[in-house]
């Protein structure tokens, strides 16, 4: 099962003519019979596709709840997203620079890191298979981290936690490193440190969520794609036969892609 969007071929509800598109749930497939549920609607009006499957899909509502809701952003923040130039950590990093927060972006290779920086405007990126990554960590985080949203989990969160400063907030979107037989899992949190200096760590599910936040999310989001401040991101792969490929690369660190992998099937 993954995220689809896909147009109406044939229908029997009359809420979605034949050339409706959806964003829905379906299998790896080029045709699928599903019903039409609440909030399948994908108004073309709102975004195309690509923005339906990011930025106003499950990706792009993560990270808007995420940092608006669980960690709470305020402007001026520092806020460090791990996975930055993913398809979570993507949106994130831009809807944290539209709140006025300082963003360092943290992802796996020269190229990833350059994108967090030159395309979704990062103030820093750092690049955490470099040798000196630790030494350029505590650098910039010198004057405390007021949030860590964390796509990675394992000793990057152990780190990050650290870093933070007073009432510091680590919010824990995914913990990728553990996915997959990740063996990053088991970390060490120093309970002295977080008493003295108040910080949260919280793990969130977006879907707790969305009955309360998921249509005034993806207004929220759709007037980022429209005022230019959140530009959606994807790399694709044509074709059923690339799914494999596309799906490795999801737990592989310092790919080519960026955004959003999407496997584009006749559409
Ligand atoms: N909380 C929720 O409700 C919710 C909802 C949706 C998704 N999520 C979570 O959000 C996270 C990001 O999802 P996504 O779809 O945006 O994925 P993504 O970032 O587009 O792709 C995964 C990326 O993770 C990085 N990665 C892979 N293995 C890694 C490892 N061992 N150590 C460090 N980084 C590694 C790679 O980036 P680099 O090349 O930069 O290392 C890879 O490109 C996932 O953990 C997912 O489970 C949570």
Redesign the pocket.
């Known amino acids: 099962m993954s995220n689809c969007v896909g147009l109406v071929v044939a229908s029997r509800d009359e809420r979605a003519p034949v050339g409706t598109q959806v964003a829905t749930y379906s299998g790896w497939t080029e045709y699928a019979t599903l019903r039409l549920e609440d909030n399948d609607l994908a108004d073309p009006d709102m975004g195309d596709e690509r923005d339906w499957i990011q930025t106003l899909g ?2 792009g509502v ?1 990270a808007l709840i ?1 940092l608006r809701d669980v960690a709470r952003l305020q402007g001026g923040e520092v806020v460090a997203i791990s ?1 930055a ?5 993507g949106v994130a990093v831009q809807v944290a620079k539209a709140a006025g927060a300082r963003v360092i972006s943290i ?3 020269p190229s ?1 890191v350059r994108h967090t920086v030159d395309t979704l405007g990062a103030d820093l990126g750092l690049d ?1 298979t470099s040798p000196d990554f630790d030494e350029q960590l505590a650098q910039a985080s010198a004057g405390g981290i007021d949030i860590f949203f964390d ?2 989990g ?1 000793k ?1 969160l152990e780190r990050m936690i650290g870093h933070l400063g007073t009432h510091g907030r680590a919010v824990i ?5 553990t ?1 997959a037989g ?1 063996s ?1 899992n088991g970390i060490t949190i120093d309970t002295a440190d977080l008493l003295l200096e108040r910080k949260i760590v919280q793990a ?4 707790d969520h969305y009955a309360a936040s998921l249509l005034p999310a993806r207004e929220t989001l759709a007037a980022g794609i429209r005022n230019g401040s959140i530009k959606t991101v994807v790399t694709e792969y044509d074709g059923l036969g690339s799914a494999p490929e596309a799906l490795a ?7 080519g ?1 960026v ?3 999407i496997v584009r099937i006749g559409y």
């Open positions: 499950t990706p993560t995420g996975g130039a993913g398809a979570v950590g992802a796996g290779g990833r955490y796509n990675v394992g990057l979107s995914g913990t990728i490193s996915y990740g990053d969130f599910n977006v879907g690369a999801v737990f592989r660190s310092g790919s892609d955004g959003k992998r």
